[in-house]
């Protein structure tokens, strides 16, 4: 939906829409109820009424990364080229930024100081910081608070390890025991195995996405309009055992759609109740679901097919082992026994 002229919108991390009024030497207002309402058009008019003031005047000072990081938010580099999903990572990161070090001038933020800063963050986070105080830094030069990017020659730092672990088949009958067809955690493990989707699109998943036995998916974090995925037959019936009225599957118990850390959030007592390890988190199912296609036979790029992955770094991994793990076996078929 096309939103009025200077009206910007962002989804938290609960999957609530935000929209502000944010227009060039006028102050950040924000809106409330849906775009185009009578309601909301009212609070529109008035803030395209309202006297032009700097935004953060009185509040911040000129040329600090306060202000820096005020004029970044309202910026088409922000908004214009980032998903959703990036763009609250991006938000969340500079917001703690700009409340810790906001006075400062950021012309005098020295390479040292950043890479310190770096250092005291665990590998992946160091790498999203970096990544967003670089994208921070690039803007600065263009609107000329910095002369050089401090964050040019800081390299990031190598994250051994295959991050996420991805769930056994022992670890997913164990849920399943624990947790039956027709229960929420059985629904919830079914949407995440069988679909292979990050936890902020099966949290908005519900029978109107499903179409002649297939799941349409758009992908909130980069925005891929996924190829028809069919209904696996478990994850139909799964979906049959556990009816609901709501627009999403999976609802809290105030019948409320769940955000994507209140999902994480619950599933954690799902796996504590069924026993699990605390590497047993919903994105490692994802990671079971590309393992299980690559176990089956399934190609490179029928697997991206699914799991909407735009490089296939990630997907070779199980690719490769499924292979490796074939060739064994035949290979043990052929040996003959002395």
């Known amino acids: 939906m096309k939103l009025p002229k200077y009206v910007q919108a962002w989804v938290d991390r609960e999957g609530?829409?935000?929209?502000y009024f944010r227009r060039r030497e006028f102050p950040r207002v924000p809106l409330k109820g849906l775009p185009w309402s009578p309601s909301f058009m009212a609070e529109y008019a008035k803030a395209?009424?309202?006297?032009?003031?700097?935004?953060?005047?009185?509040r911040v000072k000129p040329g600090s990364v306060a202000a820096?990081?005020?004029?970044?938010?309202?910026?088409?580099?922000?908004?214009g080229s980032k998903s959703a999903g990036t763009q609250r990572m991006r938000r969340g990161i500079l917001e703690r930024f700009r409340a810790a070090y906001g006075e400062r001038p950021m012309a005098l933020l020295p390479a040292e100081w950043i890479e310190a800063l770096l250092d005291s963050k665990p590998p992946h986070a160091a790498r999203s910081?970096?990544?967003?105080?670089?994208?921070?830094?690039?803007?600065?030069l263009k609107r000329r608070y910095l002369r050089v990017d401090p964050t040019a020659n800081i390299k990031q730092r190598a994250i051994k390890?295959?991050?996420?672990?991805?769930?056994?088949?022992?670890?997913?009958?164990?849920?399943?025991?624990h947790h039956p067809i027709g229960t929420k955690p059985h629904l919830a493990l079914a949407l995440l195995l069988y679909t292979g989707q990050r936890r902020s699109d099966v949290v908005r998943m519900g029978r109107q996405h499903i179409r002649?036995?297939?799941?349409?998916v758009k992908q909130q974090k980069t925005g891929t309009e996924l190829p028809p995925i069919p209904v696996h037959p478990h994850l139909q019936a799964v979906l049959d055992a556990t009816p609901s009225e709501h627009l999403t599957f999976l609802v809290t118990a105030t019948g409320k759609p769940y955000g994507g850390n209140a999902l994480s959030a619950q599933f954690r007592k799902w796996c504590d109740g069924a026993?699990?390890?605390?590497?047993?988190?919903?994105?490692?199912?994802?990671?079971?679901?590309?393992?299980?296609?690559?176990?089956?036979g399934c190609s490179e790029r029928e697997i991206m097919a699914i799991s909407g992955h735009v490089t296939s770094k990630e997907i070779a991994r199980y690719t490769k082992a499924a292979d490796l793990a074939r060739l064994a076996r035949n290979a043990m078929a052929k040996a003959v026994i002395r």
């Open 16 to 19: 609530r829409a935000h929209h």
């Open 68 to 79: 820096v990081v005020a004029e970044y938010f309202d910026s088409q580099q922000f908004f």
């Open 48 to 58: 395209m009424s309202g006297a032009r003031t700097a935004i953060g005047a009185g």
């Open 275 to 296: 026993g699990l390890p605390k590497r047993c988190k919903p994105h490692g199912l994802r990671k079971a679901a590309c393992r299980r296609l690559a176990e089956d």
């Open 161 to 177: 390890g295959d991050g996420f672990h991805t769930w056994t088949e022992e670890e997913i009958a164990q849920f399943e025991a």
């Open 212 to 216: 002649n036995g297939a799941l349409t």
């Open 129 to 140: 910081w970096l990544v967003t105080l670089r994208s921070l830094c690039q803007f600065a």
